[in-house]
């Protein structure tokens, strides 16, 4: 199960980077939301998806690929929910995604932890 994670995980990343809304509006759940805790920002995807087109049509869409430290992934007990987290080299910053398998796997929430290294749960 967790490596169909990591095949669609790594789709919509490439996704994101690339500028690429269509395909990750196929990745993301229909209630998908970014939250920037820091900022105290939510974003809905289509919020997401017109800034996105905007930059990416005006030719500044270039998002910086972070340096990942750690990666874990913990499942729910019947591996229909997964909570990824991300810890960031560069200034210890965590990144929390929340993924549900309904017949295939969706991101539901992308969330910008404003605590520096979390534990889950």
């Known amino acids: 199960m967790d490596n169909q994670l990591e095949k669609v995980r790594d789709i919509w990343v490439n996704a994101f980077f690339t500028g690429n809304y269509e395909v990750l509006a196929q990745y993301e759940d229909e209630h998908f939301k970014a939250i920037y805790e820091q900022d105290g920002r939510v974003e809905s995807n289509y919020t997401r998806y017109d800034r996105i ?10 998002p910086k690929k972070p340096d990942v430290e750690y990666e874990e992934y913990e499942f729910n007990h019947d591996q229909t929910e997964c909570c990824v987290l991300i810890g960031l080299e560069e200034n210890q910053q965590q990144i929390k995604e929340i993924w549900v398998f309904d017949g295939t796997w969706k991101i539901r929430e992308l969330r910008f932890l404003k605590a520096k290294k979390v534990v889950l749960h």
């Open 53 to 62: 087109a905007h930059a990416v049509k005006n030719g500044v869409w270039k």
